[in-house]
């Protein structure tokens, strides 16, 4: 089974970053991924765009670009319009910053609104990290990946400086999954 993901926001929310941290943790738990990205010129403010394709097996890579996401998480309302004919009609999850989004651009079965810019700021003290705070969220909802692998990868893929507050973010999302939100259990 193959299972598009995308994830898409505003350049400077670590659109980028997430993709890769969340492609590195698919791997090391096994899987075959293509990661893409796209990006505007300007380095704040233009549109961010991360597609992963998992598999679970070589033989079965044969794209390289999402066509219609099993799993889309959309970080601001902009760009959750301009792709939200990539996502699926029946995708298994959709997940939205709240903080930027309100409505979704489509009636979805399984959405999941969390304020996470705003969650980062309030609970880690910047919303620079809202990204890795999504990944505690998205890690606890899907189990896709168990925390200690993506603590691991944060760790070895985060710039040193960085380190320290994307762990915090990282366990304040999943702490925060853990306390409000049931499992969606969306699975590979």
């Known amino acids: 089974m193959t299972?598009?993901?995308?994830i898409a926001g505003?350049?400077?929310?670590?659109?980028l970053l997430t993709g890769y941290l969340l492609g590195k943790a698919l791997v090391k738990k096994g899987f075959y991924v293509v990661n893409s990205e796209m990006y505007s010129a300007e380095t704040r403010g233009g549109f961010s765009r991360s597609d992963l394709i998992v598999f679970p097996s070589e033989a079965?890579?044969?794209?390289?670009?999402?066509?219609?996401?099993?799993?889309?998480?959309?970080?601001y309302k902009d760009q959750m319009y301009s792709y939200a004919d990539y996502v699926k009609p029946d995708a298994q999850l959709v997940v939205l910053d709240a903080t930027f989004i309100g409505e979704p651009a489509r009636p979805w079965p399984r959405i999941l609104k969390v304020p996470f810019t705003r969650l980062a700021e309030e609970k880690v003290?910047?919303?620079r990290v809202a990204n890795v705070f999504m990944l505690g969220v998205f890690s606890y909802v899907t189990e896709l990946v168990d925390p200690e692998t993506m603590k691991e990868i944060i760790k070895t893929s985060v710039r040193p400086k960085w380190v320290e507050i994307n762990?915090?973010?990282?366990?304040?999302?999943?702490?925060?999954?853990?306390?409000n939100l049931e499992k969606i259990g969306v699975k590979l």
């Open 3 to 6: 299972l598009e993901i995308i």
């Open 10 to 15: 505003r350049g400077g929310q670590g659109i």
């Open 60 to 75: 079965e890579m044969d794209i390289i670009k999402v066509r219609r996401a099993d799993i889309a998480i959309f970080m």
């Open 125 to 127: 003290g910047t919303y």
């Open 167 to 179: 762990l915090k973010a990282f366990d304040a999302g999943y702490s925060y999954a853990e306390e």
